[in-house]
């Protein structure tokens, strides 16, 4: 569960116009350009202008940057991703491989999780808000203090294939008193539709004591420049599931273990795992004819190298195996340790592949 991501918790933001929102919220995939003047130049790395004549201007690979931040040392000079919208949010496209791919030829579902992921680090970075732990600040890693995601859902309209290049926007937001939102909007590179959707909520962790943690004031300083006032890509969902154990359960895998493969620099399970636990009760049999197309995941607690964990998942629709019933299928899940606390709770929802089909 233990994943690090550079956001924030209940600070002053960024306020901007309606026009900027209004993109922000339903065409998130543009930029707003700074007006084109023959007397100036692009910065190489964030694209604000830079005045042709301007004193000391600093090169990055022999490129001009601007002075208003260190891209020398803020910026990957490989390309990975930039920073838009006035430096608000951060955009990085990636290339579809044939190993992220399955039978169908499309990405999976924890390819499209491992890249939100990656950018979100590099957003981090890009901000110069990488400290020594992994997404941890400066000011966090004096403290000993970490990010952790205590809820995630995402909606899926498409699925990219192999060779398919989609671009990512990502931002951070505060959240109530003491937790910050990310949020993702996941667009194909080409055509500009966009694939999928997701919001995330975080809160602060002391690593040692394992206990949440306010959020110092020195840490508030360092990343409350960064939060932008923009709406939400999705509404969070609020339904009650029922109780789910090894009664209700109409699946169920035990046994499950973390390999050396799945932890992060912190010796913790990558959040990504998590998905591909709960999926291993789904009824992937009856679910072939099926793609899942929305998931909402609460984390509950952390998984460490030597647990030993269950997964348990029930059909609360029961359409599944008939693709002549056009609706989508809904499970839910549990993923617990064998002495019976949850880790992590979550819903799925199934789609018919036909019904994604270009008529």
Not at 70 to 78: A, S, W
Request: net charge neutral; with cysteine.
């Amino acid at each position: 569960m233990i994943v690090t991501a550079t956001t924030g918790a209940f600070f002053p933001v960024a306020n901007y116009s309606p026009e900027f929102r209004e993109s922000a919220s339903g065409k998130l995939g543009g930029s707003i350009d700074a007006p084109r003047v023959d007397n100036y130049k692009k910065c190489s790395i964030c694209s604000l202008q830079i005045k042709a004549n301007s004193q000391a201007s600093p090169h990055v690979n022999g490129s001009n940057v601007c002075l208003k931040h260190d891209h020398r040392l803020n910026i990957d000079p490989f390309g990975q991703g930039k920073l838009m919208q006035d430096g608000f949010v951060f955009r990085q496209s990636f290339s579809i491989r044939s190993y992220e791919i399955g039978a169908d030829r499309a990405a999976s579902i924890e390819t499209m999780m491992n890249l939100l992921q990656e950018t979100s680090l590099n957003h981090a970075k890009s901000v110069g808000l990488m400290g020594d732990g992994f997404g941890s600040t400066p000011e966090m890693s004096k403290r000993n203090l970490i990010w952790v995601v205590a809820k995630m859902q995402v909606l899926v309209d498409r699925y990219p294939t192999w060779g398919d290049v989609v671009q990512i926007d990502t931002w951070i937001a505060a959240s109530g008193k003491n937790g910050m939102r990310r949020d993702w909007l996941v667009r194909d590179s080409n055509t500009r539709d966009i694939l999928m959707r997701a919001s995330s909520l975080w809160v602060m962790m002391n690593e040692e004591t394992r206990k949440l943690s306010k959020i110092p004031g020195q840490v508030k300083t360092e990343i409350e420049v960064n939060f932008v006032d923009l709406p939400r890509v999705l509404d969070w969902d609020s339904k009650k599931l029922p109780k789910l154990d090894e009664i209700t359960a109409d699946y169920t895998r035990t046994g499950l273990t973390p390999k050396w493969s799945d932890l992060d620099v912190n010796q913790h399970v990558n959040n990504v795992k998590y998905i591909g636990w709960i999926l291993e009760s789904a009824p992937m049999q009856e679910l072939e004819g099926y793609e899942l197309v929305g998931m909402t995941l609460e984390y509950r607690r952390e998984c460490r190298r030597d647990s030993v964990l269950q997964s348990l998942t029930s059909v609360l629709q029961n359409a599944v195996g008939n693709l002549a019933n056009s609706s989508n299928v809904e499970c839910q899940h549990l993923l617990r340790l064998e002495s019976g606390e949850d880790v992590v709770k979550g819903w799925t929802e199934w789609r018919p592949r036909f019904a994604n089909r270009e008529q």
